[in-house]
């Protein structure tokens, strides 16, 4: 009778998880990360950036079958959006040892249900909430390797072709149950074939010379060029205050300059529970799980910190907030100094408010991007002009059919290309580049700035367009 329970339960969880995120599912692409995985279900290909490498062939696989009868892009990264979600839940109540019918499960599958960043990725159509809940996965067998030693190097494996960004994390209690496992040889061959299986389709789609060719390319470009890393963002202060931020106000709904009232409530709570975590911190940590889990997180913390683009993308940080947030809860469960009902008060309060600010942020979603809403601006002026920005933005626009002639705003030759054009007439200008255009007898006019919630996305929140006119 449990067990029917039980599987009652879990299933309730699971379509609650997948409806929620069909219900809130969005029909635009909303930034240029987006747009490469889009189009990629018609058309896979890294060597257009279709998506960019490493390819992502792991999610690839799992998203055509249920793309294919959808017919629908968003609803269709929705369905994955919300499986994973359960996916992370169920695996952190395994990890934590905690029955999701106690009050603790409880709490901690509201949390991560409703969190912000985790429900907004949710619905993006990205890979990153797959690859959490597979970083889920693996992060408890490799603590767990009497449940199944073979899943752990396994899922890492699996890992690599579907978010090799979040492997760092992964790297200590790799190594640590390599150490102790009298199955080196089997660990090995495992963790060879979980890359293997996805490594090698890539490798024969692309062509092996064509494909270390991108390889290279995309990894020398991400490091020291479009990444966003320590190299070509070497400002300590910035990144610090960005790594924060996307922990404290995406991840968290924590306060910052422009924010919501419900975030101002959001942080006197947070700021509550984490003095209770530091006061109980000796205790939980002598779990020998917690220690493990604590050691990842720095790692982690300090590869995205130097090597991510933590300045523009909030989501690397998912790994952390997730985590994050049953330390919090069990933190507050153990502290006895405060009594029980008013621990539950509390943290009920916490997840009503926090709750409230992601639906809020949810509708936000669903509104078109600030490139969405550029877009649609010039597909409606754009006949016989000439289009000026950077080369990301130009991509977006000739993704989504717009016919007309694009200058690159970095381009050297820009002010030949333009007069060859047009002779300097019918120009639109996308971005803050009036200083590389050379007007005589006409000048740029704000036409209009397009908008979006920052903390929706990060990504080009803001856009201006301008137009050249004749002077007066």
């Not at 799992?62 to 839940?89: A, E, Q």
């Not at 924060?244 to 995406?250: E, G, K, N, P």
């Not at 009594?339 to 408010?353: A, G, H, M, V, Y």
Request: charged residues 15%; hydrophobic residues 45%; glycine residues 4%.
């Amino acid at each position: 009778m449990n067990n029917k329970k039980n599987y009652l339960i879990n299933f309730c969880l699971l379509v609650t998880c997948i409806g929620s995120r069909a219900l809130t599912s969005i029909f635009y692409i909303e930034d240029i990360d987006s747009l490469r995985f889009a189009l990629s279900l018609n058309d896979y290909d890294i060597s257009n950036l279709q998506p960019h490498f490493p390819g992502y062939l792991v999610h690839h696989i799992i998203i055509k079958p249920i793309y294919f009868l959808t017919l629908n892009t968003g609803l269709s990264f929705s369905i994955i959006g919300g499986f994973s979600v359960y996916i992370c839940i169920v695996y952190i109540l395994k990890f934590f040892s905690i029955s999701l019918k106690s009050k603790e499960g409880i709490f901690i599958s509201f949390f991560i249900f409703f969190n912000p960043l985790i429900w907004l990725m949710s619905n993006r159509y990205m890979p990153d909430i797959a690859g959490l809940a597979v970083l889920s996965l693996s992060f408890y067998y490799f603590c767990n390797p009497k449940t199944n030693h073979i899943l752990g190097p396994l899922t890492f494996g699996l890992l690599s072709g579907l978010r090799l960004s979040y492997i760092p994390f992964l790297l200590f209690p790799l190594l640590k149950n390599f150490k102790k496992t009298p199955f080196k040889n089997k660990f090995i061959l495992t963790f060879i074939f979980g890359i293997l299986i996805w490594l090698l389709p890539l490798i024969f789609l692309t062509g092996i010379n064509n494909f270390f060719e991108i390889a290279l390319n995309q990894t020398n470009g991400h490091f020291s060029d479009f990444g966003g890393t320590i190299i070509s963002n070497n400002n300590f202060i910035d990144r610090g205050v960005h790594f924060f931020r996307s922990i404290w106000a995406d991840g968290m709904g924590g306060y910052t300059y422009h924010r919501s009232v419900f975030s101002l409530f959001i942080s006197i709570l947070l700021l509550f529970f984490l003095t209770i975590v530091l006061k109980v911190w000796s205790k939980i940590y002598q779990n020998k799980f917690f220690k493990v889990l604590f050691v990842s997180i720095i790692i982690y913390s300090v590869w995205i910190f130097f090597f991510q683009n933590i300045i523009h993308k909030s989501r690397h940080v998912l790994p952390i907030v997730l985590f994050l947030i049953p330390v919090l809860i069990l933190s507050v469960f153990e502290f006895n100094q405060v009594n029980k009902k008013l621990r539950t008060i509390l943290l009920s309060l916490f997840l009503i408010i926090q709750g409230t600010l992601t639906i809020i942020l949810t509708i936000q979603h669903k509104e078109p991007s600030a490139i969405f809403q550029v877009k649609e601006f010039v597909s409606a002026n754009s006949n016989k002009k000439t289009i000026v920005s950077i080369p990301l933005i130009n991509f977006y626009l000739k993704a989504h059919g717009i016919n007309s002639k694009f200058v690159d705003s970095d381009d050297h030759n820009i002010q030949n290309k333009i007069q060859l054009n047009n002779n300097t007439n019918d120009i639109i200008l996308i971005g803050d580049f009036l200083n590389i255009i050379q007007t005589k007898n006409k000048y740029f006019k704000t036409d209009t700035t397009f908008y979006h919630n920052p903390f929706v996305n990060k990504m080009w929140s803001e856009i201006t367009v301008y137009t050249l006119s004749e002077k007066n």
